[in-house]
């Protein structure tokens, strides 16, 4: 019974397996066409200021929608491209078309700001730098309105190469940003060696900070360390707006969620934005 009971499971995991890789290999090869066939595009998400409730910026997220597949979710997609030699030329068609998108919006909101998330394997091979500083001056925006998103958990191979081209990028005038944080390992002596200008709370931790204390203990350090490093901070996936209020009272600077507003196409962001009021945080309370 023990040897069918094994076998039988042995037999429906490498069937699983056997989906996976399948499923990874349709996905590989409708990816190769996604760029040619224009199945790639760019939703924008807003930030919002803690203490003027106005939008202060935008990020950009990719999205893939697939004749085959349907609507990909970026955590999935984004490491196959990684994997399969793709993630440079669909990493220089955000920087593109979220560039080109944005400035084309900026006559009406010259100071709104840009924030792009850079996979570490395009940072680091891919001509990324002379890439965004280009598209930068072909669309005239300044520099020092992209935020470029990183993501810690990446860092621990090519560390020296990584601090090299930050300290490069920060020097042309771009922000950076620590994606994700405190869901990697090397969190507090990333923020000492490299150049980094803001600090996003993962949602992880957002998401329980109104039941669990731990998360809260968590969260208020998170905030206390960026304000003795003036590092602003940047919550994510903010749903509630007791959330909001709390991360507000802890001195958060910036958030982004559900709360205020889904990521959006161009047009309908720029409908969100005409319409837009500054978040009235003091009058729910
Ligand atoms: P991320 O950069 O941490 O982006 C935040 C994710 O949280 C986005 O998911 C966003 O849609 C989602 N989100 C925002 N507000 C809320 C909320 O209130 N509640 C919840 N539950 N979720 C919220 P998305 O767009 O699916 O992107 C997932 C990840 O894929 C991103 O995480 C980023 O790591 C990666 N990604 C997205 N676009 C790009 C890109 O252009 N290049 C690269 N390299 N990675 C990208
Ligand atoms: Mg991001
Ligand atoms: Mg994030
Ligand atoms: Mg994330």
């Not at 570490?120 to 990324?128: A, D, I, R, S, T």
């Not at 669309?139 to 309105?145: A, Q, R």
């Not at 990333?190 to 109104?210: A, C, G, T, Y």
């Not at 968590?218 to 206390?224: E, F, G, P, Y």
């Amino acid at each position: 019974y023990q040897a069918k009971k094994l076998r039988n499971s042995h037999a429906v995991f490498s069937e699983d397996l056997q989906k996976k890789s399948d499923e990874r290999a349709v996905m590989e090869s409708e990816l190769r066409g996604a760029i040619d066939n224009g199945e790639l595009y760019m939703v924008y998400q807003p930030q919002v200021e803690a203490v003027t409730g106005k939008v202060s910026g935008v990020e950009a997220l990719l999205r893939w929608n697939n004749p085959l597949l349907g609507l990909v979710p970026p955590d999935r997609f984004i490491p196959v491209a990684e994997d399969c030699g793709l993630i440079n030329p669909i990493g220089n068609l955000v920087v593109d078309t979220a560039l080109k998108e944005i400035a084309g919006i900026h006559g009406d909101y010259e100071r709104l700001r840009l924030s792009i998330n850079v996979s570490v394997q395009q940072l680091v091979h891919g001509g990324f730098r002379d890439y965004i500083k280009q598209k930068c001056a072909d669309y005239d925006l300044p520099n020092s309105l992209i935020k470029i998103e990183i993501t810690e958990s990446l860092f621990i191979e090519d560390f020296w190469q990584i601090e090299n081209l930050l300290k490069l990028l920060s020097g042309d005038g771009f922000s950076i940003s620590l994606d994700d944080f405190g869901t990697g390992y090397s969190s507090l002596s990333v923020l000492r060696k490299l150049p980094i200008n803001e600090v996003k709370i993962d949602k992880s931790f957002v998401q329980d900070i109104l039941s669990d204390p731990h998360d809260r203990a968590l969260i208020k350090s998170i905030i206390s360390i960026g304000q003795s490093l003036e590092i602003p901070t940047l919550a994510e996936g903010v749903e509630d707006i007791d959330q909001a209020l709390l991360l507000r009272q802890y001195g958060c600077n910036l958030f982004q969620g559900y709360l205020f507003a889904k990521p959006m196409k161009l047009e309908d962001l720029k409908i969100y934005l005409q319409g837009f009021e500054p978040y009235p945080f003091d009058a729910v309370r």
